[in-house]
């Protein structure tokens, strides 16, 4: 079964700081990678989306990577604000059957 | 809302009754979906619908019913609720659907379900 498995579950930080989140995946064959940023009581938004041949796209103070050959992303979150403080979920698509696979996301709380 | 509105936000139920979380989008999308999100786990599909008149089963669809009798609405049915139900539900309409992928999904605010 297509896993994605992201890390830390939670985390905090001080506002300012810079932080990464990261997302291991065993989908194949890999269509994209997609990130999504859910506010509380709200539903997902889209941050980036990256295929195979991306290594690299940002979204403002998101930068999002992706090594395809160890199926790994990360989401890096630069000079952090407290409207940052959300759950950040990583999606894998299949590129055999074009399913979704969800991460459980994982939560930040950015402090003053 | 991602142009996309659920209604009702919040919604308690006793189990055995039956009820319809409402969906509709105003983008005229041809993919539209229902989601399920519980604590501790990831999205998981229940049914989706490639355009009006076609529905399909996702992971989880027992329980659940649809329909997608126009492109604008689809709502999900639960036909006798059952405490595992408990969940916050959400609808998502994506552009293009699967064939050409790297469309990102839209979703609503959610449903806030409780079945006691």
């Known amino acids: 079964k297509n896993q994605v498995e992201q890390s830390p579950q939670s985390l905090i930080i001080l506002e300012g700081k810079n932080c990464t989140l990261q997302c291991n995946y065993t989908v194949s064959p890999f269509s994209n990678l997609r990130w999504y940023k859910q506010d509380t009581g709200r539903g997902p938004v889209s941050l980036t989306i990256m295929t195979f041949s991306e290594n690299t796209k940002s979204n403002g103070r998101y930068t999002a990577t992706l090594d395809a050959d160890t199926k790994q992303s990360s989401l890096h979150i630069t000079a952090s604000q407290l409207s940052d403080s959300a759950s950040y979920i990583c999606?894998?698509?299949?590129?055999?059957?074009?399913?979704?696979?969800f991460g459980a996301g994982t939560t930040v709380t950015v402090r003053a | 809302n991602a142009g996309v509105t659920q209604t009702p936000k919040f919604q308690v139920l006793k189990t055995g009754q039956s009820m319809t979380l409402q969906c509709a989008q105003d983008?005229?999308?041809?993919?539209m979906s229902w989601y399920r999100q519980d604590p501790g786990m990831g999205l998981r599909l229940i049914h989706y619908s490639v355009g009006a008149g076609i529905t399909d089963q996702g992971e989880v669809p027992n329980g659940y019913n649809v329909s997608r009798s126009t492109t604008e609405d689809f709502p999900l049915r639960l036909l006798s609720a059952a405490p595992s139900q408990t969940s916050v539900y959400f609808c998502?309409?994506?552009?293009?659907?699967?064939?050409?992928?790297?469309?990102?999904?839209?979703f609503g605010d959610g449903t806030r379900l409780s079945i006691l």
């Open positions: 983008m005229n999308h041809e993919y």
């Open positions: 999606v894998v698509e299949d590129g055999g059957d074009y399913k979704l696979s």
């Open positions: 998502a309409r994506e552009l293009t659907g699967k064939c050409l992928g790297n469309q990102p999904q839209h």
